[in-house]
């Protein structure tokens, strides 16, 4: 994702790859690159409201990856704190990536409504199996930090 290599429409488009629309799927309205996908579509938006939401910390509005991994690089907590905060935006990164090819090719069948469920499962599962952070299923779901 850093290195801009997602098959997104553009990027296909961008390597000799005949699309025949390099707009969202979604929306219709942007070209479908990497900062739309992951920071400008209506859903990935949403998501990372609710995510702000979960953290209850003052985290910005994102527009691509590299201000995320800046701000991420220079926001200084406990190592347990900063595993769980990537964890949460790693999952939201990948439900996110993984919606937009439930759209592009039918058949995951991935339900809007359970997304924010989704990072959340996937985020508490990537944290406790790395063993660092110590904390229940019931306390994720209140308040992961």
């Known amino acids: ?28 309205l942007y070209l479908e690159d990497v900062q739309h996908t992951f920071f400008g579509r209506e859903v990935a938006a949403s998501l990372w409201r609710m995510c702000r939401i979960c953290l209850d910390i003052a985290l910005p509005v994102f527009s691509s990856l590299f201000e995320f991994l800046s701000w991420f ?3 200084r907590e406990s190592e347990e704190t900063n595993m769980k905060v990537y964890s ?36 508490f599962n990537w944290c406790i199996s790395r063993g660092k952070c ?3 299923w019931n306390d994720w779901l209140v308040k992961p930090l």
């Open 1 to 28: 994702m850093a290195l801009d290599r997602l098959p997104t429409r553009v990027n296909l488009s961008n390597h000799g790859v005949d699309v025949p629309n390099i707009h969202s799927s979604v929306c219709s």
């Open 73 to 75: 690089d220079d926001w």
């Open 88 to 123: 949460i935006v790693a999952a939201l990164l990948w439900i996110i990536w993984r919606f937009r090819n439930s759209l592009a090719f039918p058949g995951d069948g991935m339900k809007k409504p359970l997304l924010f469920d989704s990072i959340r499962n996937i985020s």
């Open 134 to 136: 110590m904390i229940s």
